[in-house]
């Protein structure tokens, strides 16, 4: 296996860009979405997710740590451009956060594949 050095940029360039890769056999995947507008039912089902986290939380306060996970998907869905990343690792935590509960645990599972499936 031959030695990876990175990419070495220098002088006064810019480089943007969500994936790169240099060298013999590289590979660099993209995972940006470029239409966050088909993130719309995503982000309608999880309102709804919140809401009803919200109203069972008082009984069951093991969700909270949930909720936080299901803002954290929201304020990353309401940025800029969204990091699938990001929204997929909450969505994680979200997951696992309400695994006892079979309904919500079934709305972020949906919810996640959703996600999975706008992933290019």
Do not use: C, Y
Not at 14 to 33: L, N, T
Not at 46 to 69: F, G, M, N, Q, S
Not at 88 to 110: C, I, M, N
């Amino acid at each position: 296996m031959s030695d990876n050095h990175g990419i070495h940029i220098s002088g006064h360039a810019h480089v943007r860009a969500d994936a790169m890769a240099a060298g013999p056999h590289a590979q660099a995947h993209s995972h940006k979405i470029e239409d966050h507008r088909r993130f719309g039912d995503v982000r309608t089902r999880l309102d709804a997710l919140l809401a009803d986290l919200r109203a069972d939380v008082e009984r069951h306060p093991e969700l909270r740590e949930a909720i936080e996970a299901a803002e954290e998907v929201g304020r990353e869905l309401d940025g800029g451009e969204p990091e699938p990343g990001r929204v997929l690792r909450f969505l994680g935590v979200l997951g696992s956060g309400v695994e006892r509960f079979s309904a919500f645990a079934a709305a972020a599972a949906s919810i996640e594949e959703s996600v999975r499936a706008l992933l290019p």
